[in-house]
């Protein structure tokens, strides 16, 4: 027997050389190996029930007719029993230190073997051109398309009005043509498959359909009112939000996603595409622009599908709100271009300037004015005009750039100001107080200066993007006692570091978001900064 299974094995074991050359030298070694085993299986083994007398037999040697591999011929350096620990044989040659690459890691390892080898893993570690790192090879990923996402939507939406108008029993022909007319539709669109709202025949309730549909139409319409809030940003790869707004309508967003879900289980279904495709551009945006949303993207806090009406209702108010201020910024961003033309169109000539362009910039820079925005705020352009001479200029413009910044002695402080400005004179009379923001007005710094009865007023004029190193020394000198931060003329960075340095030196530090007149300095003081004042009292 053991002689049977040694030629059966001999024979395997040259089939496979000849099928698998490539793996020569460890076809050999194995076929060693099982020769070896089935030659001694039946030698003698010492068992409880017939102890060894004899020494147990040599294995058989190998019959002459049996053509073996060259390598079997060869003799075996130790039997093999059953039950023994094989164990590689010792390697025995020089050492040597080598470099092992793991991924883009090097490490050095000592190895025995021969000198060729050494040198190989060497070369091999210094020819392997070096990866790309991960910060070069990553890209954004791209965001689902929203457009596309809307216009399935609404279509699945018809489709599921369609499949409610008429029972499975009483759909004729003539329905079902038309419903192939949604399918194809629907495959038009990019969707996977046909509205799967017509194959739910056994779970038909139009109720429930009509619910599907209200959650379809959600989707849709909040797909749209995210575009809309990014249409601005050039493509469509993630980028930051940029009101409170635009998080409000990814929230929306997401509870509309999560409410189709729930209103797709009735019919059988656990997963929507185009409901995915909503839950994958929310992952995506939210973890990118660290977003946090505190409901509607786990399986155990759905939406309900039954507040459909209320959620479209929310959808529509906030795409009335996003739609109005991105009009009035538009017609803003108009009225100011507008502005700048006839402003240099008169500078070209400011003795004979058009009556025309007079009366165009007047009705921009009123616009401006009755927005709230200051003549401070504007650009050079329309300093210069302000500052040039008036002779030619109509009075109801002189009117409109008097109006927050009129022309008075700045020196005078007979001025009658309201309870406000009087009160944060009687703080800041004598001190030391810091503006941070834009460029040093004198006129605009001699009234602030006479208004609350200043003994310094310094002005730190800063360039966007420009460093807070000025700002510091400023702040933490110990006369300091108040801190004005020009919102609209003054860097984010810049913002932040007035306020942290102000902190950490105990000195109160006011944001400035509309003018820098006194009445409008006097109410932020009140509002930001009240504790820091003696003998706080409301203000009528």
């Known amino acids: ?44 083994v010492p068992t409880d029930s017939q102890p060894p007398s004899q020494p147990v037999p040599a294995a058989s040697p190998t019959p002459q007719n049996i053509s073996v591999p060259y390598v079997l011929a060869h003799p075996i350096p130790a039997a093999v029993v ?22 883009d890691t090097i490490r050095h390892v000592e190895v025995q073997g021969g000198g060729e080898a050494a040198l190989g893993a060497m070369a091999s570690a210094a020819d392997r051109p070096p990866s790309v790192s991960y910060d070069s090879m990553y890209v954004p990923p791209e965001l689902p398309d929203l457009e596309a996402l ?19 029993a009483l759909r004729t022909p003539l329905w079902r ?57 050039e493509g469509s790869r993630i980028v930051e939000p940029r009101s409170l707004e635009e998080r409000e309508v990814i929230r929306l967003l997401a509870e509309s996603q999560s409410s189709l879900r729930i209103a797709g289980e009735p019919f059988g279904q656990t997963r929507d595409e185009d409901q995915y495709t909503a839950f994958r551009w929310l992952r995506l945006v939210t973890e990118h622009e660290r977003i946090y949303l505190d409901r509607f993207m786990r399986m155990d806090d759905p939406g309900d599908p039954d507040l459909a009406g209320d959620l479209a209702r929310r959808i529509a108010e906030l795409e009335q709100t996003l739609a109005k201020r991105k009009e009035s910024r538009t017609d803003h961003k108009s009225k ?23 009366n165009s910039m007047t009705a921009a820079i009123k616009h401006m004015l009755s927005r709230g925005e200051s003549v401070a705020s504007m650009n050079a352009l329309l300093n210069d005009v302000r500052e040039s001479p008036r002779d030619g200029a ?35 009379s004598g001190t030391r107080v810091v503006i941070i923001g834009g460029e040093r007005r ?31 020394p400023e702040v933490i000198r110990a006369d300091t006692k108040l801190v004005l931060v020009l919102i609209k003329l003054a860097g984010h960075t810049h913002v932040d570091d007035a306020r942290r340095w102000s902190r950490e030196a105990g000195k109160p530090c006011v944001l400035l978001r509309a003018g820098y007149n006194p009445e409008q300095i006097a109410a932020s003081v009140i509002d930001q900064a009240s504790e820091s004042i003696p003998e706080h009292r409301a203000v009528s």
């Open 394 to 428: 109509p009075l109801e413009l002189v009117d409109a750039l008097s109006t927050t910044e009129p022309e008075e002695d700045a020196s005078s402080a007979s001025r009658e100001y309201g309870p406000n400005v009087q009160r944060v004179r009687d703080w800041l």
């Open 336 to 358: 100011r271009t507008k502005a700048r033309y006839h402003a240099k169109r008169i500078l070209s000539d400011i003795a004979t300037g058009d009556e025309a362009d007079w």
């Open 82 to 103: 059953p039950g023994a620990t094989i164990r590689p044989a010792e390697i025995r040659g020089p050492r040597a230190v080598v470099p092992l690459r793991i991924g």
């Open 150 to 168: 809307a216009l399935r939507c609404e279509h699945a939406a018809r489709a599921a009005r369609f499949a409610a108008e008429t029972a499975p």
């Open 177 to 233: 043509v038309q419903a192939d007319e949604y399918v194809q539709r629907a495959l038009s669109l990019g969707a996977p498959r046909g509205p799967w709202s017509f194959d739910a025949d056994e779970h038909f309730d139009p109720v429930n359909l009509q619910r599907l549909a209200a959650c379809f139409d959600n989707l849709a319409h909040a797909s749209r009112v995210v575009t809309l809030s990014r249409k601005e940003v």
């Open 1 to 44: 027997m053991p002689d049977k299974a040694a030629v059966i094995l001999a024979e395997l074991t040259t089939k496979w050389l000849g099928l698998h050359p490539e793996h020569r030298d460890t076809i050999r070694l194995l076929g060693e190996l099982l020769v070896e085993l089935a030659r001694t299986d039946s030698a003698a």
């Open 442 to 472: 004198n006129d605009a710094a001699e009234r602030i200066t006479a208004a609350f009865d200043l003994g310094e007023l310094e002005w730190v004029s800063l360039v966007e993007h420009s460093s807070s190193a000025p700002i510091q």
